[in-house]
């Protein structure tokens, strides 16, 4: 079976007959290959496996945290490799005998279900781009024949993360709503779930080619910040324009960059939701704002003197991804597809337009042929 693996350099002298395909990642280059790896031995009778599933990945896709694996290889003398991908869409081959509610044939996805008491709470697979996945039944869920591979691949992740960090606000009709890190995937499907809710939304981007496509989502304001200025006089002159006083709620998947400039702008008892930071590690080389924002003394003193509630989400529940799964299927939910990819020979265009492409609106994709 092929996987998509980030390679170390010690090891790339003994693959010198594989095509290795080489990225640039936050400026420092890596190696990357579809290898072949073994195939896992899946007995349906075996107790080991009688509440799991074997399911063929037939596309997946890459995230943000993936890029930090690719780099993490970068610098280690082991000859080694890193298996990629977070999520995927793909066939059930084999199913446990325990397990009631999947069969032979069905297309699923995975479920990062984090509900309290579950077993495996977390990611189904952090090696989603493995052809052929041994897991537990109740981290897949089924989906419809209407939703397309290029949608199924990328869609689990974002769009649990999405509607749990938005499930966990108490949103009011008409209250201003700020979705940082407008055009990662998390943020798009955070404002897509947040257009369903009637409150104000407020984008905001570094993106200036993403201008056009926030704009076309209608809605109320894209705010366009220049990394090079100072971000506090970018912001309050957005606000302004858009007659809001305070921000009520905030939804930010980058907490590293956004939450010592944005906390100043909540209002007292306002709410603050974040999923994720930008510096997944130290070999990253970010392209970051010149204004530096509050300390973190600073950023407690103003969370305490505003009554504002801080929340920390990792991913959501079975029921936060079975919503957005709902809402695809009666239309209200629509998804944002950047490219699909196919070829082995792609595979280097294919990583870099996931983690690099600063045009990209929406999810990369790569179909096994
Ligand atoms: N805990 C969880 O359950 C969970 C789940 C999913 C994602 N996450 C986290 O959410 C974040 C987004 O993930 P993703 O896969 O959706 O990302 P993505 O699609 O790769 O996001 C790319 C976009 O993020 C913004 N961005 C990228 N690097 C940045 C930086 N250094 N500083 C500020 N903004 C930056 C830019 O948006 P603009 O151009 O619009 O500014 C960029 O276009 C990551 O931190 C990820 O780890 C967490």
Redesign the pocket.
């Known amino acids: 079976m092929r996987c998509l693996a980030a390679v170390s350099q010690a090891l790339q002298s003994e693959l010198n007959a594989w095509p290795l395909h080489r990225v640039e990642v936050d400026g420092v280059a890596a190696t990357i290959a579809l290898l072949p790896l073994p195939e896992p031995d899946f007995d349906a009778g075996c107790n080991q496996h009688q509440d799991a599933v074997l399911v063929r990945v037939t596309a997946f896709s890459l ?3 993936e890029k930090y694996r690719v780099l993490s290889l970068t610098e280690t003398q082991d000859k080694t490799y890193r298996v990629l991908g977070s999520e995927f869409v793909g066939i059930v081959e084999a199913v446990g005998h325990c397990v009631q509610h999947l069969k032979v044939g069905d297309r699923v996805i995975g479920d ?1 279900c984090v509900d309290p008491g579950l077993d495996a709470p977390g990611l189904s697979s952090t090696r989603a781009s493995a052809e052929l996945q041994i897991l537990p039944a109740h981290k897949v869920v089924r989906i419809s024949s209407e939703m397309p591979d290029e949608v199924a691949a990328g869609f689990s ?2 769009a649990q ?1 999405a509607y749990s960090m938005v499930n966990r606000l108490p949103l009011q009709p008409g209250q201003h709503v700020l979705v ?8 798009l499907f955070v404002l897509k779930k947040l257009q369903m809710l009637g409150v104000k939304i407020h984008a ?4 200036p080619g ?1 201008i056009a496509p926030l704009r076309a989502m209608q809605l109320n304001g894209v705010c366009l910040i220049d990394k090079e200025q100072d971000f506090a006089e970018q912001f309050q002159a957005y606000l302004f324009e858009q007659g809001c006083a305070y921000l009520d709620h905030v939804v930010d ?2 907490f590293d ?1 956004y939450l010592p400039k944005v906390l100043p702008f909540v209002r007292r008892f306002g709410f603050y939701v974040t ?6 590690s130290a070999l990253a080389k ?2 970051s704002y010149s204004s530096a924002g509050l300390s973190i003394d600073q950023i407690f003193n103003l969370l305490l003197r505003k009554s504002i509630t801080l929340i920390g ?3 959501g529940t079975a029921a936060d991804l079975s919503q957005a799964l709902q809402d695809y299927e009666n239309e209200t939910l629509r998804v944002d597809i950047a490219q699909i990819f196919e070829h082995d020979t792609q595979l280097g265009d294919f990583v870099q337009s996931s ?1 690099c492409h ?1 045009q ?1 609106f929406g999810k990369v994709i790569f179909k096994y042929q």
């Open positions: 995230n943000y945290r990062g992740v974002g993360t940082t890190g407008a055009t990662s995937n998390t943020s905001l981007t570094t993106n993403s998947p980058f960059v999923c994720g930071v930008a510096r997944q970010l392209h989400n990792n991913l983690f600063t990209r």
